[in-house]
Structures are given as C-alpha cells and as structure tokens.
C-alpha cells in the first residue's frame, strides 16, 4: 500500500486515490506530511526536523486511514425519479429520430436504405412506453438496434 497524508491540505491518497477536506484529528502540529510505501515511510516536519523513518504507521495515521476508507467506500445509488426515467427515455427517442424519416427505410428512394427499420420501430414503441407513462426506479431499458444498410 501507498499512503501520502498532507494534514495541512487535508489530504489523504491511497495508491494513488487523494480524497481533499477529510477529517483528520490528533496529527501532531509539526507534521508537514506523512510518506509510506508497502512495510516502511517517513513522516515529515514543518519545524526544521529530520524526517522520521517510521516501520510502523502511528496510530493517527491509521485513523486517517480508517476515515479515508469510510470516504472511498461506494454509495449506495438512489433508484431513478419518474422525472429521470421520462429524461432517459426521451433521451434514447431523440438519438433515435432520425430512423423515423420515411425515406430513410424506403429502398425505392434510398440507397443505401435501413434494412432493419421494423427493429427501430419496436424499439422506439418500447422507450415511448416509458416516455408517456414514466415510474419510479430502475428500469432495464432494450438496447437500440444497430443499423443495418443495406445497398442496391
């Protein structure tokens, strides 16, 4: 493990993940910053001392530790809103507008022409669903289709 604690930032970085403004008590005043890597570190000052080779993390350090953990831990999400899910599902309508221009399926006036239109359209009856009639929390929205052209 790579630890760097910079108290005057109030910085905590582990393996190379810095969280800002934690919380951190009882570091001494005179520690600028603490440096360890794996078994070994150093601590160093602010008032002209030496840095300390340590071999063992002091017990604020450890602390500091514990509170970055509790920051790095993940969060539970909060399931999608109605108003979010009707967002999405907008969303996912408007990248798909453009296979709704007639033309588009119509091998008569297109060449190339969306070989796959009906798949849009089944798609796009599914993602109107929610569009119109939203709900509350997670929803498994299909994937879009992939385009498929095809040429005269």
């Avoid at 999400?77 to 990248?95: D, F, G, H, M, Q």
């Amino acid at each position: 493990m790579k630890l760097s604690i910079i108290p005057i930032d109030k910085t905590v970085c582990k393996d190379g993940i810095c969280y800002m403004n934690v919380i951190l008590d009882n570091i001494p005043n005179n520690v600028h910053a603490l440096q360890w890597q794996d078994t070994q570190g150093w601590i160093e000052y602010n008032d002209g001392a030496n840095n300390e080779l340590i071999s063992e993390l002091p017990q604020w350090a450890n602390n500091a530790l514990s509170v970055w953990e509790v920051v790095a831990a993940p969060k539970p999400r909060i399931p999608y809103t109605v108003e979010e899910n009707k967002t999405v599902a907008r969303s996912k309508l408007e990248v798909t507008d453009w296979t709704t221009i007639p033309d588009v399926g119509n091998p008569k006036v297109s060449n190339p022409y969306l070989g796959n239109q009906a798949e849009f359209v089944a798609y796009r009856n599914i993602i109107r669903q929610y569009a119109i009639n939203p709900i509350d929390g997670d929803i498994d929205f299909p994937e879009a289709p992939t385009p498929v052209w095809v040429t005269l």
